[in-house]
């Protein structure tokens, strides 16, 4: 049974900075591809931002500049560096990873960590 335990939320004021971390285990593969995904009350939840096995990097727009998403495969774990928080970034943040096993997709989701950027 794979789980991913997330850690790092917190609260934070505007323009400060945090790092969410995220551990997988109760998997012999690696993962394809990780992430974060948000979702704020009354929205949906959104992609953050995500790494692949080849650490290939993709970010939402409103990220940009200001986050960074980082993995170790071999240790599955994969980090997210937040600096310059704005009020808007407050969401749950989830930790997502997938797999790829002979072309079976399995999609795993964290619990969720609270961020909340408030003075």
């Known amino acids: 049974q794979v789980q991913l335990v997330e850690s790092g939320g917190g609260l934070v004021q505007p323009g400060g900075s945090l790092r969410l971390s995220c551990a997988a285990s109760?998997?012999?593969?690696?993962?394809?591809?990780m992430a974060w995904y948000r979702q704020a009350p009354g929205k949906e939840r959104d992609l953050v931002a995500a790494?692949?096995?080849?650490?290939?990097?993709n970010y939402a727009n409103s990220v940009k500049g200001r986050f960074t998403i980082s993995g170790d495969n071999a240790k599955k774990t994969v980090h997210l560096q937040m600096n310059s928080l704005k009020p808007e970034d407050t969401a749950i943040y989830y930790c997502?990873?997938?797999?790829?096993?002979?072309?079976?997709?399995?999609?795993?989701w964290g619990q969720g960590t609270q961020v909340t950027v408030s003075s």
């Open positions: 997502y990873a997938a797999q790829n096993i002979v072309g079976v997709l399995y999609q795993y």
């Open positions: 790494i692949t096995s080849d650490d290939v990097t």
């Open positions: 109760g998997s012999m593969f690696s993962f394809n591809k």
